[in-house]
């Protein structure tokens, strides 16, 4: 994953609004070494942003990977695990 400012920048290329959630994913993703689902992230988001959504991290999390800056990783059949490092 680029730096988040790269990210921002692109998302507003796009006409996608930089909300305070979607900034709290990519940080979380910016400092993630391991390989969370997006039911992971949306636990950890959810402290800083009680009324955030599921639907809101599911589709920040495909947006991301439809721009590269992230990949899906099918290492549990059950769901899908995020990795930042495109590398």
């Known amino acids: 994953m680029?730096?988040?400012?790269?990210?921002?920048k692109r998302f507003r290329e796009t006409g996608l609004k930089i909300?305070?959630?979607?900034?709290s994913i990519l940080e979380l993703l910016e400092q993630n070494r391991d390989h969370p689902s997006?039911?992971?992230?949306?636990?950890?988001?959810?402290?800083?942003?009680?009324?955030?959504?599921?639907t809101t991290v599911?589709?920040?999390l495909q947006t991301l990977r439809d721009m590269g800056e992230i990949q899906e990783?099918?290492?549990d059949p059950e769901r899908?695990?995020?990795?930042p490092d495109t590398s």
């Open 80 to 83: 899908s695990h995020y990795d």
């Open 73 to 75: 990783l099918s290492i």
């Open 58 to 60: 599911y589709k920040t």
């Open 2 to 8: 680029r730096d988040i400012d790269s990210i921002v």
């Open 38 to 54: 997006a039911e992971d992230v949306y636990r950890r988001v959810l402290s800083v942003h009680p009324s955030i959504s599921f």
């Open 19 to 23: 909300t305070p959630q979607r900034l």
